[in-house]
């Protein structure tokens, strides 16, 4: 009898362990989960292929995983875990790993992975911009500098007779001079200054007159860009297409003549990639002139984002052709300045020396390190030679140089060297910060040693995060993280919203991202500010549509600031261009205002669904409301497990219509409002609208953690476990006490994941 009971307690701790015995109820649940749950959910709840792939971790209180098991687990019969049992099982699955997702976390290292699109264009166009000048605008007036001239002839300039600063460029002189006193049949202007877009990708450019115009376009000495030079006597357009970095300025200059023709006008107008044909406005106008850069017109293939960011994974056919076709545009454009540069000096002794020296420092930069005097013997020396061009010699260099996996992968340098040194944190500097390489002024102080104290690094970091380059990809990362980088601006019914034209949904975009910048950059603002934004940019267009009354005193294209409290706006998540992204062309969508708020702005996890629902809405009732259809679309328990998160945040925002008009009926109903919101930790709470949803924000350190690793992601293009000094937890914590701003984080994220690894000296 003695021996019979000490095997049951051995098998008793061999089968449920220690914990078994100190809570008994978690045996019961140990059991339940294991007959019940693994066979789909793993033994320790870690996931099986082919069933549920993914780890049972997440943010739901213990209440609602009770509840969601009893109504829908097991799928194949939800009877088996009815009642007691679901509580039993629910608190075995909570308290053994839900909540601890460090179980599985596997362990994660710095991959290796190729340059992305944009840090490919951008290392490229700062890598020429070394020799050729980085396009930098000190003085920031707004608009282009106009030379008015009496014409001697045709396309000739004869005396000046007036300068100003034109705000764009859209002028009908008709049969008239331009400036009294001016010839009126023959007559020039010059604009020249800088044109700096926001966004990256391609942009048409349109030029139309009656008369003579040449237009250039980041070609400083070469051939224009439109040549019409020759007057048509006729009214005619002209366009050209180009790839821009957003962020980064280009030179700009429009030559226009009038001789002997009837009327005089002209107009410089441009569709950007996400928007209308329209007069550039003056915001992206800068009346400073600024050096031209290498931008690759290639197209390159898609990145990889199946790693829920994106990534230099992919490698194939297309890739490596766009690159190289890439490379030989390179090549093509350095041999061209090398001849530029040589031209007339023929007999200067020095001349291949100066050459050589420049390709030297080219495979320096593009390899991001100082090469040893055999590899620039292998690398570039030995292109050179008397029989060949020097320009053909340069152009041997380019194609080597940018085809190498030494400048294709960033990270094959850290991760050959066993020791981290200071090439290694300046190339994670300049790539996590401005997706580019080092600069020349970063190798200088690697040279000088003067590149190895925590105090010099982080100086560096935080002159490089002032740059307009760390502004872009910050701006590139803001994109993504609001769900606006589709191809397309929202739009609308015309008969429903008539007035909701493509032109107001580009002020709405552009009215979002002036006010962030604003917070971000100009006011120092923390990530607090960022979502209550308590202050949104609007021009006259946007001002007249939601019903607001614009500076009589302004002009009409200008932004100028109102306050929330004026337009019935509090947060971020009720700017107008984010609830007209997040609803159909009718009609508000709670369910996409809720996906969104729910991830970003509160911070909260949701699966994806097992299986897509089609809304439409010939299904319901046409005099029911929005939340009454998704109500009952979403009623089924598994819709639940996910909707009653969703819907409450959504529903929050009916006071809202599809454009963003703040309402309080829809269909001669008065919008309810009221919604239930179980919050992470388990408690209940009654919103009566979207203030309540800010305040949840603003009192969880989860929407910081979500914010925080999506940027990491960004920046890093790697997980943050990946990096053994780069702690979510503690930066969420100083973000919620307000201990560090926006532009602070940006850099002190670069400046961790830079110096991984690295011995800092004293």
Sequence with gaps: MKISFLWAIFFFFTEFGLQGWSSPSLVTGKSLYANQCAECHGERGQGVEDEYSKPLVGDWPLEKIIRYVDKTMPDYDPKLTKGK?????????????????????????????????????????????????????????????????????????????????????????????????????????????????????WYEFFVQSPNGFSLRINQNDSLPTIDEKVTAGMMREVSAKLFLLGGRPYPLSLEYFKFDDPNASIELKWKTPLGEKEIIPKEFLFTEKVSSSFITQQNLPPDDYSQGFERGIQIDDTWDEAVTFAVLEAAEHAAGKVSRLIRGRENDPDQREKVVAIAEDFVRLAFREKLSQEELEWIVHRKFNPKTPLHTSIEKVVLFTLKSPRFLYPEWQALAKDTKDSSVVASRLALYLWDSLPDMNMHDLID????????????????MTMDSRAKAKFHDFLLHWLDMNAEELPTKSTQKYPDFSPTLALDLRRSLFRTIEKIVWEKKGHFEDFLRMESFEFNQAIAEYYGMQFPKEKNATDFVSFHSSQIKRQGLHTHPYLL??????????????????????????????????????????????????????????????????????????????????????????????????????GNENQFHGPSYLLDQALNSTKPSESFLEDLFKHLAKQPAQSYSNIEIAELSKMIFQRKINLSELYM?????ASTEGFSFQR
Excluded at 141 to 165: D, F, S
Excluded at 449 to 463: L, N
Excluded at 657 to 675: H, S, Y
Excluded at 748 to 752: A, G, M, P, R
């Design 448 to 463: 000088r040693g003067q590149f190895i104290k925590v105090s010099q690094i982080e100086d560096q970091a935080k002159q």
């Design 85 to 201: 049992n679901a509580e039993l099982v629910s608190k075995f699955i909570f308290e053994s790993f839900y909540q601890k997702p460090e179980l599985f976390q596997k362990d994660s290292k710095v991959q290796l992975s190729r340059l992305t699109n944009r840090q490919f264009r951008q290392s490229l166009a700062d890598l020429f911009s070394h020799f050729e000048g980085q396009p930098k605008i000190q003085n920031r007036v707004h608009g282009l500098r106009g030379k008015y001239y009496n014409a001697k002839g045709m396309n000739k300039k004869k005396t000046i007779k007036h300068e100003q600063i034109d705000g764009k460029i859209d002028f009908n002189f008709k049969d008239q001079a331009p400036i009294q006193g001016m010839d009126v049949k023959k007559f020039s202007i010059y604009w020249e200054g800088s044109i700096k877009p926001r966004e990256t990708g």
């Design 580 to 681: 007209a992204s997040h609803s159909y062309a009718e009609e508000s969508s709670p369910i996409h205002r809720g996906v969104f708020v729910s991830r970003k702005i509160l911070g909260r996890t949701l699966r994806p669904p097992k299986e897509a629902i089609s809304f439409s809405n010939s299904d319901f009732n046409p005099s029911w409301t929005m939340r009454q259809k998704v109500s009952t679309l979403t009623k089924p328990a598994n819709c639940m497990s996910c909707h009653d998160l969703i819907n409450s945040t959504g529903f929050s925002l009916e006071g809202f219509d599809a454009v963003g008009k703040a309402r309080e009926e829809m269909n001669g109903k008065p919008i309810n409002l009221m919604v239930k919101y179980m919050d992470e930790e």
């Design 748 to 752: 002190k994220l670069c400046f961790l």
